[in-house]
Each structure stands twice: as C-alpha cells, then as structure tokens.
C-alpha cells in the first residue's frame, strides 16, 4: 500500500509508492550505464590554469604564482556567466511584469588538480579545505549586500548535469532569494511560532528516537534519510547544533562535515554503485541584506541535501509539485548502512 | 607594423554564413579559410597555419565542443571564438577550453570586436 507524507516545513506531499518498485539493490549501477567521457582536455586540470579566468581564491604554496601549477583547491569565477556581478539594483517593472538586470556571481570550486580524483576519495583534511573554501567564499561575496542568497551545489555526473567530470562545486550568488529557499524559509518560521523552536531542531530529536531513517552520525552532524523523502535515497545532512548560515561553522566543525560527507558518498557508492547526484547546500539568506535576520536565524537550520539521480522527475511531478518516490526512506536508510 | 593579413579559420556548416562572414572579415583586412564540418577544419589546421579560429557547435557529425577538444589535443596556442545561436552550451565547461563566445546576431560587430581583441592581446 502507498502512503502520502507530507514534509514538515514546505509542506510538499510525496507518495511513497513502494510496490512499484524494486529493491534498493535495482538500483545499483554497473559501469556499463556510465556515459563514456567524451573529452580528452580538460580546463579544470592542473597545468591548464590559463584557460580559466584568473582565481579569486586557490590554496597552493606560498611561492607558486596565482593561476600556475602547485594549487590543491582553486576557485574561479564561471568563464562564460549567466549572471555578472555588479552593483546594487531596483526591481524594475513593465506593466504587471518584473525584472531585473542579470546580477549575480557565479563561481566554481575545483576541488582538486586531478581530473580522475572524486571527493569521496580525498582525505579528511583535504574536503575539508575545500569545505573551508566554500565558507570564505560564501563570507566574501555577502559582503556585498546586492547579493541576497548565496547557493552552492555540486552535480556529478552528466545525468546531474555535469558538464564535465572534472571534480568541482558551483557557487552562485543572486539579487533576489530563490523561490525554493523562501518556502523554505518560510515554512520553518511559521513552524517555529507554532512550536516556539526551530522546527529542524525538533525533527533531529525525532529522528535520534526513532533511529530508522538515519544512516551516519558524528558528534557534530547527522545524515539521514528525510521522513517525506523525494527521491531514492535522498539524504541530509544537519549540524546536530542549531545554526542558519554554513559560514558559522569553525575548523573543527569543518573537519566533522568533511568526515560525514566522505562516510556517507562512500556508502553511496558502496550501496549504489557510484550513482550521479546532487548536492546542494540550503542556508539562510545573506543576514547583511536580510529583513529579520535575527528571527530566520532562530527559525532557520542549515543543511545540505543530497540526492543520487536513480529516476526521473516526469509529467506528474513537473505538474503536481508531488513526487512518487518508490524506496521508503527507512528501507533506504537501512541499505546505506547496512551497505545492501 | 606587420601587413601580413592574419588567417582566420571559420568553422560553419550553413554555407551561406560561411559567404556573409568571409566578406565581411575579408573587408576587415582578415584571411578567411572556412570549413564546413569539424573533420575538414581539423584537416586544414594540420596542414595550415591559422592566427584565430571561429566555430559554430551544433554541426552534423562532430560537433563545436569535440572539434574544440580536439584542437586542444594538437595546438593551444591559437585563439578560439565559439559562435553559436544558443546560450545554452555556455553552461557546458567544455567551452572553457575557448577563449570567446559570441552568440550569433544579425550585426558581426561583437564577433569583429572579439577577433581583434583576441589578436592584439
């Protein structure tokens, strides 16, 4: 039998349809659903600095020049940008219509020089850095006010839409907060006058009580599969302590994230056979340009949502806003620890 | 001052935009040799000497983006302008390996601009 959750804070609905399904195990890639790479270039790749544009951030020795070889995270701004950075702007209308000139920054992190090294694969320390990267990047660009929300993702693999397998995460910094993190956002602080906390806070209780949906836990972060899970195997990752914005975590908590992350994309793989996915990371808006920073602040816990491209988003859920999602999160979360 | 005209290497599968753009750069002082598929223009570098290359993406057997890594595999050293009708391949990392990309309009102003900037730089 199906059944119909509803998520806490947004509010969407999904259908855990179970029959329809398939064991986790259908969903194991071989590497023969892989697409071939089709490059034999690469601009991310070390030696090739120079046809991006310069850096605005790499961890490399002292020494080295920017935009020479040496470098083990580099970050640089998109070579060809949807959105360019600029100064503040009004809204603008025509008739009933709004708009906006393209501002924005978007940037990419190169996690590594080596084309063929995936995250999962790196040390600690080094996701790590790139972690810490990610959290200077995301404080210098909120200096500017103009910059409402700041989003960092990762795609990996073409099903994902990764352009290139190259490992890298993408961080893009827009005038106006998205759609999907307003819900959000305001799910979590009408949820939060209602229960007098941070309704994440309260969901991370729950789900240390009941235990079947998480799968990795350190001292300072939980990765669990949520209750109204949309997809296969999705998975979040919480800071166990309340805390809105990413750039609020210090170096030891760097180090615990990085950990977790490792653990849990190694399970994936493990369990799931290196599937495509999604990372993205959901936090409050830039408190400098925020009306009550304060109140979201309280509201407000972030988090970073993963999801492994295992089926495909059609009709029913572009149409309906519902998802159909054929793996219950409890079973999903027993087969990433169990690793069956 | 160097009066040898510099050689441009167009990459365009409509031939009647290949004949707009060779009278018009021709007019700008450029050598334009154009290539209808990614095969022939891969061709002619190998046999030639070409200061700039301009190349549409979506083309009948390979497309933009392979020539593109291809030329990475024989020479960097020559600048590549991608011209094409869409947007949409920007969001493909692979256009990193060029140094431009000017979406195809009505004027040739913003592709001229390019080409001598790239040239002179």
Redesign the interface.
Known sequence: MSELRKDLVTGRWVIIATERSKRPDDFRRNNLDRPAE????C??CEGNER??PPEVYALRPKKTPPDTPGWRVRVVPN????LNPGKPVQKLTQGVHQWLPGLGVHE?VIENPDHKLELSELPVEHISDILGVINSRIEAIETEVQYRYVQVFKNKGREAGA??SHP?TQIVATPIVPKRAKEEIYGALQKFRQLKECVFCRKIRQEEEEGKRIVLKNEKFIAGTPFASRFPFEVVIYPITHSDHFTDLSGKDLISLASILKELLGKLKATLGDPPFNLMLHQSPNPAASRDPQETAAAYHWHIELFPILTKVAGFEWGTGFYINPVSPETAAESLRTGF | MNDKKKKILLVEDEKALCLLYEEELSREGYEVTSAFDAESALELLVNGSFDLIITDIRMPGKDGI?L???I??LRRDIPIIINSAY?SY????????ADA?VVKSSSLEELKNKIKELLES
């Open positions: 089709r490059i034999g270039f601009p991310f046809k991006t070579k060809f940008p949807a990419v352009s290139l890298h | 392979e593109i890594t291809n990475m595999g947007q920007k969001e493909d990392f692979m256009t990193w390996a990309y």
